[in-house]
């Protein structure tokens, strides 16, 4: 299983050869989800005492693994929030995979934690944050509001003491993330008031904040906003925001693991005015930063106070030395996966500009879109776009032929578009972070859903 020998050199080409097959053939698009049952007892006979062997794992990730998995990088996938990772990043993932880096600690990781931090410098400049801000990068979006969270709630225990029942204040329209949040830290959440573009406003913080004090004795720590939120693409009024929180010593924490990818391009970072202000801010490039999964880069404005929330120590951790850089000390997590390589490496093959023309093409193809919609007799434009998330109404249908028209088409493989409900009302939502999603495609799906 360790020795390398000449029928290891030919099963390594061709797991390599495998991949870039996977890289480089389009996928087929109707590849998705198959009964448990079913999966179970075509692997039924993988793990055994002597093994499948080389050969039969292969067919098995060929014939049975691979069509079970969604294409999430298809350009026609247009769901949820897909991922467009390039192709040196995924190709260097490889390499991060075959050398064994513990991503931990400077001291066993050093050359590859220089390269990350060199990333989360570019994305901490684009952002405005000051030049001792710093983070790591973490599995994705949840456990970058975790750790932050956790973060700003240990700041506040520092300054103030327990004062009452802690909380954290977000929008309906949180990522469901930020509320799984509150429930794993045991704190409330005290709910703020979307405006009618699904935003957060400073009025409105202010006004929830001050009911949640004359309520009682909720202790809030910190405001949980939105950089493009999952449903609508909303931006939340992060300068208003920020003032608030500077007059009440609250932390603010921006989850921007959708929308902050936006800030590599300027016409990007201008929707994202405010983001200067934040404590800390999350942001996955497994979005639409054009990395693999799973890679989310977490940046605090004043990196000491997570290190002295997360930090661990143990007379087996007594040799790291603690002045060094350990990313380990910067989230909820020890052991990591130098996962943030790939996007170092696809930064340095493709130069920060080619990623500002990806992000302007996809903003572009959005609103392109939104366009065609607003043009059509048949829909409705639901929302102006404010990053590359569209939302719109198809007059005339009930839910049931929203979704029976998203099954149809994913069933073969033209497109995954899924609706969703904007203001209690089932409406359609499509999500472009390709760079390859041609907006002659995605404007035939007016047509096609006209016509149905
Ligand atoms: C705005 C937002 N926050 C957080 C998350 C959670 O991120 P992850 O799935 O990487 O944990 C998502 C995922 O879609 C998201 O859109």
Redesign the pocket.
């Known amino acids: 299983m360790h020795t390398w020998d000449e029928g290891t050199e030919l099963f390594a080409h061709s797991v390599i050869g495998y991949a870039i097959e996977r890289l480089r053939l389009p996928k087929d698009p109707r590849w998705g989800s198959q009964p448990a049952a079913e999966l179970e007892q075509r692997y039924a006979h993988a793990i055994t005492p002597s093994g499948a062997g080389a050969l039969e794992a292969m067919r098995l990730v060929r014939e049975v693994m691979m069509p079970a998995c969604r294409p999430m990088d298809d350009a026609m996938n247009l769901a949820?929030?897909p991922t467009a990772p390039t192709i040196a990043a995924t190709m260097f993932d490889l390499v991060v995979s075959a050398s064994s880096i513990f991503g931990g600690n400077w001291e066993a990781g050093a050359g590859a934690i220089a390269a990350e931090n060199q990333v989360l410098r570019w994305l901490a400049d684009l952002a405005g944050l000051p030049e001792e801000s710093g983070g790591v990068f973490v599995?994705?979006?949840?456990?970058?509001?975790l750790s932050a969270l956790v973060a700003a709630r240990q700041r506040h225990l520092d300054r103030f003491g327990r004062r009452g029942r802690l909380a954290f204040a977000a929008t309906t329209e949180?990522?469901?993330?930020?509320r799984a949040t509150a429930r794993v830290m045991d704190v409330d959440v005290v709910t703020v008031a979307v405006d009618d573009r699904d935003r957060m406003t400073g009025a409105a913080l202010s006004a929830a904040l001050d009911a949640a004090a004359a309520g009682g004795e909720v202790d809030v720590f910190a405001v949980a906003a939105?950089?493009?939120?999952?449903n609508t693409g909303a931006v939340d009024a992060l300068d208003e925001i920020a003032d608030v929180c500077a007059s009440r010593d609250l932390w603010l924490h921006v989850?921007?693991?959708?929308?902050l990818a936006a800030l590599c391009s300027p016409d990007g970072r201008r929707r994202l005015a405010g983001i200067e202000h934040a404590d800390s801010f999350?942001v996955?490039p497994?979005?639409w930063l054009f990395a693999p999964?799973?890679c989310?880069a977490l940046i605090y404005r004043d990196p000491s106070i997570a290190a002295r929330t997360h930090s661990q120590h143990g007379d087996y951790l007594d040799a790291v030395n603690r002045a060094d850089w350990n990313p380990s000390d910067y989230a909820y997590h020890l052991s990591r996966r130098a996962r943030g390589l790939p996007l170092w490496f696809s930064l340095a093959t493709y130069g920060t500009d080619a990623y500002a023309a990806a992000m302007d093409h996809t903003l572009g193809t959005a609103r392109s879109f939104a366009d065609a919609v607003e043009a059509h007799p048949d829909f409705d434009l639901l929302l102006e776009p404010e990053l590359s998330i569209v939302l719109f109404r198809r007059r005339g249908w009930e839910p049931d032929q929203y979704h029976a028209w998203s099954r149809t088409r994913a069933k073969e493989g033209s497109a995954l578009v899924v609706p969703t409900k904007f203001h209690g009302e089932t409406v359609m939502r499509i999500c472009i972070v390709h760079p390859n999603t041609q907006i002659a495609d995605v404007v035939a799906l007016l047509d096609d859903m006209a016509s149905s």
């Open positions: 949820y929030v599995s994705g979006g949840s456990a970058a509001n949180v990522h469901a993330s930020v939105s950089a493009g939120t999952t989850d921007g693991a959708y929308g999350g996955d497994h979005k999964y799973d989310a």
